[in-house]
């Protein structure tokens, strides 16, 4: 079992920035990767970016250049830094975890960026 709690967001104006942190407990050893989802209101939910055991990085599209994801092994811990936000930014951000267990959801974690 994994564990996940998500925080960090809140309200910022548009070019702002926030970090987001995902604080991993449980059976950390069997995570192969972590990744950040959004949702806003009456859209899907979809992967903002993620991180393997690895290292390996990936982006959506509309993050790439903006957004960067980091882990620090030492506290289980991934972080999401934001900058240059924009209003189209404004979601529920959730923390997911793929390991060999299954699959682990945060509870998610509010971003609204004001223009």
């Known amino acids: 079992q994994v564990q996940l709690v998500e925080s960090g967001g809140g309200l910022v104006q548009a070019g702002g920035s926030l970090r987001l942190s995902c604080a991993a407990s449980g059976s950390t050893f069997s995570i192969n990767r972590i990744g950040w989802y959004r949702q806003a209101p009456g859209k899907q939910r979809d992967l903002v970016a993620r991180?393997?055991?690895?290292?390996?990085?990936a982006y959506a599209g509309t993050v790439k250049g903006r957004f960067t994801i980091s882990r620090d092994n030492a506290k289980n811990t991934v972080y999401l830094q934001m900058n240059s936000l924009k209003p189209e930014d404004t979601a529920l951000y959730y923390c997911?975890?793929?390991?060999?267990?299954?699959?682990?959801w945060g509870r998610g974690t509010q971003v609204t960026v004001s223009s």
């Open positions: 991180i393997t055991s690895g290292g390996s990085t």
């Open positions: 997911n975890a793929d390991s060999i267990s299954g699959e682990y």
